[in-house]
């Protein structure tokens, strides 16, 4: 059974740093572009970054390009998105999510339950 | 950016009613188009990708169509657990990105 635990979210003043953690299960973590997806309370999906198998292809939406870093540790089945100058626009659950294989990136098959990050003074 | 706009932004239907969700892109996506529900307080979920592709598992009901710039989902006879919002997304190009949603909720 395909398994995504987030971890790591929380509240933090506006201009701080979190860094969000993915441990997976289930399938060959090495094999599949992983993807971090957000959503503002009461708002729709935002995807923010997609990181293909052996971290080859790294994209970012234009919102978080320059303050976050996704990564991956193949050895330890686990994502990571590492947020830096966090303003209250950046106050969001993010998911993340196992890409289904069709590309390098998209669509996403197998979603975590999410992580909450509060930014706020 | 691909910009991805759904209509309606929320309908009500009755169960057993045909739904009929579209989503428009703002150039030609082929067929990377996908489907997602997400019901409240939970994390989305795959139901259609490559425009027309059932993911394995979601009840045959569900279908989508389409190519180009514009997509179809449709849900032939709505069910108690269908009531939510659904998605579209294009996986052209990045930014990958999604239409703004659709509710669906009980008449």
């Known amino acids: 059974e395909v398994q995504l635990v987030e971890s790591g979210g929380g509240l933090v003043k506006p201009g701080g740093s979190l860094r969000l953690s993915c441990a997976t299960s289930?399938?060959?973590?090495?094999?599949?572009?992983m993807n971090w997806v957000r959503q503002a309370p009461g708002k729709g999906l935002e995807w923010v970054s997609s990181i293909s198998s052996s971290s080859r292809y790294i994209y970012y939406a234009d919102s978080v390009k320059g303050r976050f870093t996704i990564s991956r540790d193949d050895a330890k089945n686990s994502l990571f998105l590492h947020m830096n100058s966090l303003g209250a626009e950046d106050t969001a659950v993010y998911y993340c999510?196992?890409?289904?294989?069709?590309?390098?990136?998209?669509?996403?098959?197998?979603w975590g339950q999410g992580t909450l990050v509060t930014v706020s003074s | 950016d691909i910009q991805m706009t759904q209509s309606p932004s929320s309908l009500s239907a009755s169960v057993g009613d045909r739904v009929t969700i579209t989503c428009r892109a703002s150039?030609?996506?082929?067929?990377?188009l996908n489907w997602y529900q997400q019901k409240s307080g939970k994390a989305p979920k795959l139901l259609i990708y490559?425009?027309?592709h059932l993911q394995s598992g979601v009840p045959s009901r569900f279908s989508g169509s389409g190519s180009g710039t514009d997509f179809t989902l449709t849900i032939r006879s709505l069910q108690p657990e269908d009531f939510a919002t659904y998605y579209c997304?294009?996986?052209?190009?990045?930014?990958?990105?999604f239409g703004g949603g659709t509710k669906v909720e009980i008449k």
């Open positions: 999510g196992k890409d289904l294989g069709l590309a390098v990136a998209g669509p996403i098959e197998f």
């Open positions: 490559a425009a027309s």
């Open positions: 289930g399938f060959i973590f090495s094999s599949y572009t």
């Open positions: 150039q030609s996506i082929s067929n990377y």
């Open positions: 997304q294009q996986s052209y190009s990045t930014p990958l990105t």
